[in-house]
């Protein structure tokens, strides 16, 4: 599928495989003309780009917004009305939000007048609509375009460092990013196709070309690395069918003799002190220990978690739609499984079956130009 506007693009430059981020907003939804909204339209804009349907209407003294919302309830968004009060037309001092529900009953739901429950806020729009915002979260309203772009571009940019990428300048609203240039093909081709995996999944529109991607016919190792194991043991937890297995798994990362945690925490205190004998920086070190007190902290809240979970020991209920969920490829199982490309090292060997989960690469295209998708 050709896309004009990728959000991601990953591609090759001299000898560095790059990724460019589109951080630019979507074009904004079309609204009625503004002189019909009657000085409404910084509220009705926001909600129509959430696709709520909404009219500027006349009350007792001034114009109001009346929304209907996905639930079959409405709200009736109003400047002060009676009395009559001193703010010019247009210019309202404060904002009432009422909540009517399909049965006609009515609430009270902001209130920013003096003596209301939300008067801190006063006259401001943008708080308002924060406050509406959250209320449309509630009844199911979708996000606007912009929220929904700037929701994947907030996962682009985790799933891209968490493959390997390394951040780097912004610029004519893109942001740009790099693998390390230690790695080999293989490990790139890894990296490329665990992102765009990822990516996927949240429906992300990435542009890149077939090359940068894992060949099905390669194997990556023999011996899976840590992050392929600890992988694994996310998907014991998900097919597990007694808590006992939930809590023995939890169990081999927050261990405080030979748990998970606790070796990340020996290896970021062993990585500052290199770092500072080497005559690094010390604020990466600093930086580094930091972590390392935080995460412990973190280590002792989890074992506390743990030994209040054992408390309630019980089976998984023994049903079709139990069994299915411990063997569904879901996402977040998939991600769970994944390797880790950003820590690997992968060595390939002979050719296997890829596995369901492996991306193929489409056919080639016979110009070899870039796919999209």
Known sequence: MHIDNPLVTLYREGLRVKARLNWSEPKPVASPDPRLEHGLSPITAPLRRRWVECTAEFGLSDYYVHAGLPDGSELIISPPQEPSTEHPPGRPDSWTVLHRDADSREEVIYDSAPDGAHARNGASIPKLLAFLNERLDLTGAPPSPEQEQLSKQRAAHTFLQQAGFLPGEVHDGEQHYRLPSTLDPAQEQRAVTWALDRLDEVDVPTSYDDSLLRSPETAWTDEPSLGDRLGELAGTVEAATHTRQVLASLREVTDPADGVLRHVVEILN?????????????????????????????????????????????????????????????????????????????HPIAATPASPNSRTPPPATPDGTTRHR
């Open 270 to 346: 062993a990585t500052a002190a290199t770092w500072e004998n080497l005559g690094r920086p010390a604020a990466h070190a600093i930086r580094l220990r930091d972590t390392a007190e935080h995460l412990q902290l973190q280590m002792i809240k989890l074992l506390g978690l743990g030994s209040d979970m054992a408390d309630s020991a019980a089976e998984r209920p023994s049903t079709p739609q139990a069994s299915a969920a411990r063997t569904a490829s879901t996402p977040r199982t998939r991600a769970a499984r994944a390797p880790s490309p950003a820590t690997a090292q992968h």
